[in-house]
């Protein structure tokens, strides 16, 4: 009876090897596409110009879209003519996909590390004397 219980446990341990194997395919295929990725995010910005009689100082104030970014630990912005805000916007999105799976991979490597260590210690023997 206690004999069997590493063969258990080894082999629940191979199936959720397998199961993140699996899962870190699934995670890699955002990184196998060819789309181009934007870092950043794209909103609507609604700011003041400045100009004292301007009507955005009666509260309506300047829309424009904007990309913010952060580049070498500055906040970078840029304003999207409207024909680009659409292109812009989805490769931004899948740069958000692309930097999620980066987060997941660490995850699953340090699932695989620790499965593979604890099936190394259930397989392991003591040398032949
Ligand atoms: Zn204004």
């Given at each position: 009876m206690q004999k069997d219980r590493p063969r258990e446990e080894l082999s629940r341990l191979r199936s959720t090897l397998g199961n993140r194997l699996a899962e870190l395919r699934r995670v890699l295929r955002v990184v196998f596409g060819r789309s181009a990725l934007v870092k950043g995010n794209v909103y609507e910005l609604a700011r003041k110009c400045g100009?004292?009689?301007c009507i955005c100082t009666r509260g309506e104030l300047h829309?424009?879209?904007?990309?913010?970014w952060s580049e070498k630990g500055k906040s970078?912005?840029?304003?999207?003519?409207?024909?680009?805000?659409?292109?812009?916007?989805?490769?931004?999105?899948?740069?958000?996909?692309?930097?999620?799976?980066?987060a997941r991979v660490t995850e699953i490597h340090r699932d695989l590390l620790a499965l593979l260590d604890r099936i190394e210690h259930l397989r392991r023997e003591e040398p032949l004397r």
């Open positions: 100009k004292p009689n829309r424009s879209m904007v990309l913010t970078r912005l840029l304003s999207l003519p409207s024909e680009r805000v659409a292109e812009v916007q989805k490769k931004s999105k899948e740069y958000l996909r692309f930097r999620r799976a980066r």
